[in-house]
Each structure stands twice: as C-alpha cells, then as structure tokens.
C-alpha cells in the first residue's frame, strides 16, 4: 500500500459519499404551509412565528415551560395491570403499550408533577398526544386521582393540561370507571378549597371532555384547540344539519361561554399565576390577572393614549 491508496482514496471517497441528514429538522405549519425549523419551533414554545398556529407539545415539554426553571417533583401513581382484559385487534394491546413506551419514554398517557410557578407552589397533570392520543385508562386515571389526592392533602392549586381523544377503548369499563374516579378526586379538592384550573389543549375529546376537564373553577383554552365530545361528523350525521365551520373551536366556546378565556402559549402560565393568586387571596403581583403587558387580546393599542398603565409591583 501506498500513501494513494492508503489517504487519498479514502480521503475522496469520503467527500463524495452523501451524508446523512435528519429528516426532522424542519417542521410543517398545518394551517399555512409555513416552514420552521425545529429549534425556533422549541425556541418559540412550539408555536409557529408566523401563523401563530399552537402545534402539539409533549407532556415534558409543557412542564419544561411551565415549572420555574423547568424544575418539579413527578408524582407517582400506584401501579395497575397493564392488560387486564388481554384486549387484541390488530395487535395485542400490551405490544401497543410497549411501542409507546419505547416511543415515548412514558409509562402512560399523563404525567403528575408538583414545583412552583412564578414561586407558587402548585400541582400540575399534563395529557401527552404521543400515547395513544392521550387516552384516559387505569394508569392515566391513576396518576390524575394521585395529584389530585396531594394538592388535596397539602392544599395545593391544581392545573390540568388536557389533550385527549377520550377513554381507552383497549380497557373497556376499567377505562370509563376513571370518569367518576376523578370527578370524586375533583370534588375532594373543592372541599379542600383548593383551585382547580383546566387548560383545554388541541384536543379535549370524548370522555374527558365529559368529566374532569370540563369540572375546573376557571377554564382555559389555547387558540384553535377543538374541544368537544363527539365528532362533528357524527354530529352532523345524527341531527342531519350543516355545523359551523368554526364549531368545536376554542374560539367558538368562548363566543358561547363553555370556557372562560382563549389565551395563547406564552401567556398561560401569566395567567394561571395571576388566578391562582386571586383564588387564594395571595398577593397580587401583577394586575388584570397576570398580564405583565396587558390582557390577553393580541391586538396592539391604536395610539399612545390607549396603551394600558404599566404593571404595578408589590414590594
């Protein structure tokens, strides 16, 4: 061997081989077509600059943006059979449960957590699309009714992040026995006098739309979220008449008052703080409920004149 052979030749074979780029890097808007790349997206909390389209986050990265400096202490749910009903379709359940798991990195659909919010301590239960859409089976309503037992017992403020497309059909009545279970797990917070605030995330379907989600003291939409318990279709097939086209929308239970508010990503937690210190009658920190900048509207005052008052601080 010579020193062709042995370092040019690999050398040139190395320049011209093609090299292996993630197919990931760029991500798709829904609504406009607009590309992203990846790390603005995770930059901008997963919303689309542009557009301001709210794609879908994990439940991790959700506590990340939610918990001061991304710190919090997972609450454990006891443990349940993995396939009780030794359900199969296509696949046998329990391959699904450990595809998702791989996937995933999750045990189950939720994830509890406890940390503090703008220095609140505070409980909060995160829905993830990942595991099979975020379904409610014994796991999930484990985990619920276990951060709803300790925001009870240590009198904590609770915020659900819900993100579902209904019960587990995998699990059959052990599925839908969670629905009851965690409407009890609410009213032991109420009777604790502890706030429940629910953040209805794209999408809150099904049964948890029937139950839990739609049991909180003040309720929260992100723009453009779909929100409802059956389909449109099927709606539209049972009472044979053209829906809205916005119908099911954050937007449109907001026109007609089945949630409180729309509020975008990057002010959620602002918001959430805000209530929590009004319903526990903490020091206010902020005025009009959080906003450090003004209410929630995305539309810039006209004028000077119009702009809001600068935020008071409460020493």
């Known amino acids: ?18 090299k292996q780029m993630p197919d990931n890097l760029w991500v798709k808007c829904p609504q406009t077509g607009e590309m992203v790349f990846h790390k603005d997206l995770e930059a901008n909390m997963g919303v689309i600059p542009g557009s301001g389209y709210h794609m879908r986050i994990s439940a991790r990265e959700r506590l990340h943006y939610f918990f001061d400096g991304g710190e919090y202490e997972p609450i454990e749910p006891p443990k349940v059979a993995a396939d009780p009903l030794k359900f199969r379709d296509k696949t046998r359940y329990s391959d699904k449960l450990k595809e998702h798991r791989r996937n995933t990195e999750m ?63 995998q699990e059959g009545i052990l599925s839908l026995m969670q629905m009851p279970r965690t409407t009890v797990g609410v009213e032991l917070m109420k009777e604790a006098g502890c706030p429940y605030i629910v953040v209805l995330t ?29 389909g449109r279709r099927v709606i539209e097939q049972t009472i044979r008449e053209k829906l ?17 508010m ?23 920190r902020r005025i009009l409920l959080g906003f450090e900048n003004g209410p929630v509207s995305q539309t810039p005052p006209q004028s000077a004149a119009d702009a809001p008052a600068p935020a008071a601080t409460a020493e």
């Open 1 to 18: 061997m010579n020193w062709i052979t042995s370092y040019v030749r690999p050398k040139i074979s190395n320049l011209l081989q093609r």
């Open 107 to 169: 045990e189950d659909s939720v994830l509890a957590a406890r940390g503090k919010a703008d220095d609140i301590e505070m409980v909060a239960v995160v829905h993830d699309m990942r595991f099979i859409g975020g379904s409610l089976g014994m796991a999930a309503g484990e985990a619920i009714v276990a951060a709803m037992e300790t925001a009870a017992r240590d009198r904590l403020p609770l915020v659900l992040f819900a993100a579902s497309g209904g019960a587990r059909m």
């Open 202 to 230: 794209n999408p809150t379907t099904g049964g948890v739309s029937a139950s839990y989600a739609m049991l909180g003291d003040i309720h929260i939409a992100e723009p453009g979220a779909v929100i409802g318990f059956a």
């Open 244 to 260: 809205p086209d916005d119908f099911q929308t954050a937007e449109y239970l907001e026109e007609h008052g089945m949630v409180d």
């Open 262 to 284: 729309v509020v975008p990503r990057h002010k959620l937690k602002s918001t959430i703080t805000g209530f929590v210190a009004l319903l526990t009658k903490a020091p206010a």
